[in-house]
Nanobody, 121 residues
Framework: QEQLVESGGGLVQPGGSLRLSCATSGFTLRHYAIGWLRQAPGKEREAVSCISSIDGSTSYADSVKDRFTISRDNVKNMVYLQMTGLTPEDTAVYYC??????????????WGQGTQVTVSS
C-alpha cells in the first residue's frame, strides 16, 4: 500500500532553516507528482509546494517563494522540502502527499502523518 512518512520537523529560531524529508513506499514515485502542504492551528490547510514527475517542474505558494525549495530523488524514493528564512508564520504541521498522476493539481490521494515545524525564539 502507498505510504508517505515525513521527518525533519522540529523547533527552529526565526531566520533558521530546516529540511523536511518524505519517504515514500508502495508505489513508483517517478510516476507521481508530490506536494507539501501545511496546516497551522485555527487555519485552513495550505498548499506549500509541488513537484511534477514529468519534468521536475515545481510550484510554490507566494508565502514561501524564494525561501523554500522542493526536490525529489526517484531512486531513493524521497521528496524533500528545504526551508530557509523561517518565520513564526511558517509554524504548522507539514504534510507530504501524492497526486493521482504526474502533474501537480489540487487533489491529493495519499497523505503522510505530518511533521511539526515550530518557529520561535
Amino acid at each position: 500500500q502507498e505510504q508517505l512518512v515525513e521527518s525533519g520537523g522540529g523547533l527552529v529560531q526565526p531566520g533558521g532553516s530546516l529540511r523536511l524529508s518524505c519517504a515514500t513506499s508502495g508505489f513508483t514515485l517517478r510516476h507521481y507528482a508530490i506536494g507539501w502542504l501545511r496546516q497551522a492551528p485555527g487555519k485552513e490547510r495550505e498548499a506549500v509546494s509541488c513537484i511534477s514527475s514529468i519534468d521536475g517542474s515545481t510550484s510554490y505558494a507566494d508565502s514561501v517563494k524564494d525561501r523554500f525549495t522542493i526536490s525529489r530523488d526517484n531512486v531513493k524514493n524521497m521528496v524533500y522540502l528545504q526551508m530557509t528564512g523561517l518565520t513564526p508564520e511558517d509554524t504548522a504541521v507539514y504534510y507530504c502527499a501524492s497526486q493521482a498522476g504526474p502533474y501537480c493539481g489540487i487533489v491529493y490521494d495519499y497523505w503522510g502523518q505530518g511533521t511539526q515545524v515550530t518557529v520561535s525564539s
